[in-house]
């Protein structure tokens, strides 16, 4: 991650306000992770988004919004209900949609999960290194932790998508490097 991506989230931290503010002390934990993602969403990834249980509001907030805009290339964030809407009860059917996966984005695919890690929800998400976390109440290498207990939870995972989104069209457009 080049140094001028910390100072570009900073700045579009700073620019967000009081929406964001909460986000500019932990910039160095959120920077590397998300232009470690960035890289790969250039690489051509795709990134299959789920949620757990009560945060599908966001799931369909995040769906509704990552391509609304129309100055700027649509990119691949697809829902996983809308790939394969069946439990995953054991890791062999967690295999098996890795493979069927697998087989549907040979550029690669990686998944981007928000919620606690309990579940097969989590299991599935982690089961890609690659994979972008946004995780409740634990804190796993690469992931980025938030809490549940949080009376701003909501505000913030808006603020994470808006900052986000910016660095996201920054990079498609280079006006910063990762």
Known sequence: MSNGFLKFTLE?????????SWLEERRLEWSPLIASKLVL??????????TDDQRTWFEEYFLSQINANTT?????????KGIYNKACNTQEDIDLLNDLLSISFPNGYAFFYIGANTGFKFKIANSKAESMLWLF???LQNSFYLSSRDK?????????????EQSL???LFSKVEI
């Open 12 to 20: 579009q931290i700073r620019e967000n306000g009081t929406y964001a």
């Open 41 to 50: 969403l250039l690489q051509g990834y795709t990134f299959i988004v789920i």
């Open 72 to 80: 700027r290339p649509l990119v691949p964030f697809v829902s996983l």
């Open 137 to 139: 109440d634990e804190q």
């Open 152 to 164: 701003e939870l909501d505000y913030k995972l808006i603020s994470l998508y808006k900052v986000f």
């Open 169 to 171: 069209e920054a990079v």
